[in-house]
């Protein structure tokens, strides 16, 4: 089966740095990279994804970043704000068949004003 | 739209005694997955159901654990009997379709005692 391994499991910057997040995968049939975050006793939510026909995606402050060939993807986040501050998980959906979804172990991301 | 709805949301039993969790997913989405989020980790995928189908069950603990999608619609996961690392938050999302965008419910947190 897959596996997700995701680094740093903590992160802590100051408010207007930037913040990388990085996630690794084992199943070259994995083509869907979603990134979620979750606050604190609050549910999971999107916040950007990827499919491996792209190398790149951005949404204002945030873009992600995949290497198919290393079978590597990264969250980056810039000018970080006290309200980036969550849990952020990694997913890989492997494909053929089932879609079934993995996902890292999460990173605790702490931004100081 | 509504999100996915689930209930109750915190549960205390005693080991050996049994629980059940239910999802009311998103009207229209056909792909219904339930998660066990250990403190500290990353949602563990433990079935998923497309309509009224099983996808995948591997991590699910079949001994004790099992699950539902009666008409396509609604979810049940139930344990019996619980054990003390049963203790987590049971997590369910449903998506339009395999490799969609999850949305995830409130969750139920359950402490085994």
């Known amino acids: 089966g897959e596996n997700v391994e995701q680094h740093p499991s903590t992160l802590s910057v100051q408010e207007g740095d930037s913040a990388v997040i990085k996630c690794t995968y084992s199943d070259s049939a994995s083509n869907y990279f979603p990134w979620y975050k979750q606050e604190l006793g609050k549910r999971p939510q999107l916040i950007i994804d990827?499919?491996?026909?792209?190398g790149e995606k951005k949404d204002q402050r945030i873009a992600v970043t995949l290497n198919k060939t290393a079978k590597h993807f990264s969250l980056h986040i810039t000018e970080t704000q006290p309200e980036d501050s969550a849990v952020y998980f990694c997913a890989a959906i492997q494909s053929g068949g089932s879609y079934i979804p993995t996902f890292g172990r999460g990173t605790s991301l702490i931004v100081h004003p | 739209e509504a999100g996915v709805a689930q209930s109750p949301r915190y549960k205390i039993i005693e080991k050996r005694q049994s629980v059940a969790f239910w999802c009311n997913p998103i009207s229209g989405h056909a792909t219904l997955y339930w998660y066990q989020q250990i403190l500290g980790q990353g949602p563990k995928l433990l079935i998923q159901?497309?309509?009224?189908?099983?996808?995948?069950d591997s991590q699910l603990p079949k001994d004790r654990f099992s699950a539902e999608r009666l008409k396509g619609v609604d979810s049940t996961l139930k344990i019996q009997p619980a054990k003390l690392e049963d203790s987590a938050v049971y997590l369910c999302a449903s998506s339009l379709g395999e490799q969609e965008t999850q949305y995830f419910g409130p969750g139920t947190r359950l402490l085994v005692l």
């Open positions: 159901f497309q309509n009224n189908g099983v996808v995948d």
């Open positions: 990827i499919r491996s026909n792209v």
